[in-house]
């Protein structure tokens, strides 16, 4: 059995918010040793130094000599594995160079930039044996862990449907006063701060589901996508697109003159995404950020024997339930709290305290980070490896095309080539 | 102006159960002279006897030599409109038999047998210049009517995407014991009660949204399908079917080896239908009847000002809001009950009484009958009328169409040939 390091070497390439959201939760555990970060932006490399400081950790090298200076780092820097959290864009041809210098790379989510990408980093990681994880943090929400429990033990009977989605209010991200993160200006691009600055030019620039994995993600542990089952289709349809605008020439800071008000959004205001699977179940994700909202991913999930939604943010209370045999009034929802508590996850419950001291989103985000890092330790497989990867990813340019194609059903293209046939969900399980 | 009669004749076509909640209702009312029934079972015509002798009403003559004896009422009984509460495959060509004796028809909801018959109607109802309303309870929801009012006063701003569908644990309906309408066993057909004799088969023999129009009736009036707006396109996704053959395998009645065990449905379990509007709205329809649920229809409607979603079965205070402008907390949904409260209906306002006092589904049955009874005596036009009647009956062959060919995009009839440009909405408003 192979003996696990006690510290693992481990960079960050792409260290903005999302980025120092993980360095900080690196720095709090004693089993890795942050030896580099690569990010071409000093504002962000100046966040980066405080979190550094505040943790009293030093000699950590940085790379910021451009957007390329990331593979300096891959070539000067020994380490064991990286964690991707740049602009989408760079995701996966970053995490490809990674292979290349034998770095095991851990990729903030996103969608494709095209599906050949997609391929590219699975043909890579085959050939080079070097495992992917995607760093989803919904899945292991603990509202989404519990029902993953139920649904293995059976409580839902058959699964059948699932919904989910990303839907939250990201305007105020979306513009922002090129300071401060949320609010306060309708700027993006170079007048932007964080995402402002490169993650807005895709609801410019794309017609599909942008973000799809949050959503996905979870529901494809559930229905154990790549591993047992797989996706057969995909189809996706775009609302007019009228929340952007209106924000800008409503804000107090933009106004119908002011420039970002003749920008043009090719981003569907609420993309609804429709999946098939070879076993029979049907997915719906929505795409949901442009227009005021309560936060609410709208998650649901219902098989033979009941069903369950979300209505909220991922605590146990914040949903609504019905199985069979459970429930305390005949076709009438119950409350959550009492079943979901009942089968809380494994995980939640050893990391109790783990889970509360993150920063970022909460317990998923120590849960997630745990999952890579443990994996990487001891040479076990990820339970959101590459064929998860290049699939969830791959969401984002097949909905453009079926949008494109006036909701045209895509045949989805098996990423595990047959494997999925054989391979089994080893998500939620702790590989130590 | 068009002097209204105290009174109109009317008849009622198939009147099983739903049919003798018209009839009821139709007793409780001072302007309706009821001549005749037409339904060729006895064991229901006599239940409708019962209901008549309860009101004490005398001479109402029954056609009950078979299944064709609806056309003998047509000939011989003088009557100014005729409700339509049949199985299924029977509504439109008992109506388009109606309009040739110049009766108008109110039909009870189904979908088509297939979009021959759907331009049929609406071709005969242009010809003979006879009007033809679909009885669609749902679209005067308590709840949806003050939606409905809070759309049109701009409280949502501009809608873009709305949810809805028929979401009901139908089981015990499907099958029963030849005697009790609900549940005590799994016989159907012959040996079945009630919609266990006819409605089941549908489950057998068609994969399609069988009964779309209480989930899309609301909705469109909403989007003003037909009436300044029309469907573009429509596609549906079947999952596997599931829940009927276990319910029987399952139920004390039944077993593994009972007759009904060796049925094979067609009917996937859960039938997820995305239609598109010219004007670039997208609406998601669920059907939903095999297999246990909370009663919940699952309506969304979301503007460019905020959304509200329905958690269980039409009151008021059964769903949660977010509208910006309105919220009390910022990104956190509400409950329904103060804005719904705020914007409650006229009708139901003004009719507080007559709600109450209705047999079947409340309050909206009041409406709904009272609304086709007030147009035919004033002669004015019906809200919900023959264009919404074969666009709202199309979606089942439509929706079938597109499950068989794996969810391609089909083109939606648009049924006003032109007209739905010019056309206004008129539902909601009191024709009097």
Redesign the interface.
């Known amino acids: 059995m192979h003996q696990p390091p006690e510290r693992i070497n481990l960079a960050i390439i792409g260290c903005g918010i999302r980025g120092q959201e993980f360095l900080e939760n690196c720095l709090k555990r004693n089993d890795i040793h942050l030896t580099a970060i690569a990010d071409p932006d000093e504002q962000m490399n100046a966040r980066s130094q405080a979190i550094l400081e505040k943790y009293n950790v030093k000699n950590v090298r940085f790379y910021n000599k451009g957007k390329f200076d990331y593979l300096e780092l891959y070539k000067n820097e020994t380490i064991d594995a990286v964690i991707i959290a740049s602009p989408w864009e760079d995701h996966i041809s970053q995490a490809i160079a990674a292979i290349d210098y034998g770095i095991i790379p851990g990729l903030e989510v996103c969608g494709a930039n095209n599906l050949e990408e997609c391929w590219a980093i699975v043909q890579k990681s085959e050939e080079k044996n070097i495992p992917v994880m995607i760093l989803e943090n919904v899945c292991f929400r603990r509202d989404m862990m519990a029902v993953f429990n139920m649904v293995k033990q059976g409580l839902f009977?058959?699964l059948?449907?699932c919904h989910g989605g990303f839907q939250q209010?990201l305007r105020s991200l979306k513009f922002n006063n090129g300071k401060e993160r949320r609010g306060f200006g309708v700027q993006l691009g170079e007048q932007g701060f964080s995402e402002a600055k490169w993650r807005t030019q895709y609801s410019i620039d794309r017609n599909g589901d942008l973000y799809p994995t949050h959503g996905f993600g979870p529901l494809s542990n559930l229905l154990d996508i790549n591993k047992g089952n797989r996706l057969t289709?995909i189809?996706s349809?775009?609302?007019?697109s009228?929340?952007l605008h209106?924000y800008i020439i409503e804000s107090p800071f933009g106004g119908p003159d002011c420039p970002s008000a003749s920008l043009d959004f090719k981003l569907?205001?609420?993309i609804?995404t429709?999946f098939?699977t070879i076993?029979?179940?049907?997915i719906?994700l929505t795409h949901?950020t442009n227009?005021?909202?309560?936060?609410?991913f709208g998650f649901r999930v219902?098989?033979?024997?009941?069903?369950w939604q979300d209505?909220?943010s991922g605590n146990l209370e914040d949903g609504?339930i019905?199985?069979?045999k459970y429930?305390t009034q005949k076709?009438?929802?119950d409350n959550s709290l009492d079943l979901l508590s009942q089968y809380d996850h494994p995980l939640w419950k050893k990391y109790k305290k783990e889970t509360t001291e993150v920063v970022g989103y909460g317990g998923m985000d120590f849960l997630v980070l745990h999952t890579f890092i443990e994996a990487v330790k001891h040479k076990t497989p990820f339970p959101l490896d590459v064929y998860d990867l290049a699939t969830w990813y791959a969401i984002t340019p097949l909905s453009e095309k079926s949008i494109a194609e006036?909701?045209?059903?895509q045949i989805f293209p098996d990423f595990t080539k047959g494997k999925w046939i054989d391979r089994k969900n080893n998500f939620g399980i702790e590989h130590i």
Request: proline share 2%; no cysteine.
């Open positions: 009977g058959e059948l449907l209010d289709s189809a349809f775009a609302t007019k009228r929340g209106k569907g205001d609420i609804t429709v098939q076993h029979g179940e049907t719906v949901d227009n005021p909202r309560a936060n609410n219902q098989g033979t024997e009941g069903l209505l909220a609504l019905y199985l069979e429930a076709n009438k929802w006036g909701g045209q059903v």
